[in-house]
């Protein structure tokens, strides 16, 4: 059975940093990474890391936010620096690529 269960997220300034992560049993998956879905928009990716540490990051995020991951622990980091109102909504976790996997969400605010 496969479970992904996340921490961090909360309530902070625009400019400070957030920390969420992420930890993944059951099974083991080359990709992971981070969704977000804001009031009334749809999901998207925020960003992906593949097992050999290849990164995608959204547009929207790039040069401030940083994906990393332990394949030791099995677990998938974001770390949320420089942030912005619009950088408001609710965190997924997700692994896999055919058959995606979602943790249960966390959510960021970040007020201004």
């Known amino acids: 059975q496969v479970q992904l269960v996340e921490s961090g997220g909360g309530l902070v300034q625009a400019g400070g940093s957030l920390r969420l992560s992420c930890a993944v049993s059951?099974?083991?998956?080359?990709?992971m990474g981070w969704y977000r879905q804001a009031p009334g928009k749809q999901r998207e990716v925020v960003a992906h890391?593949?097992?050999?540490?290849?990164?995608y990051y959204a547009d929207s995020v790039k040069g401030r936010f940083a994906i990393s991951r332990d394949n030791a622990k099995n677990t998938v980091s974001l770390q949320m620096n420089s942030l912005k109102p619009e950088d408001t909504a609710v965190y997924y976790c997700s692994a896999g690529a055919g058959t995606v996997y979602w943790g249960q969400g966390t959510q960021v605010t970040v007020s201004s």
């Open positions: 890391i593949i097992s050999g540490g290849r990164t």
């Open positions: 059951g099974s083991i998956f080359s990709i």
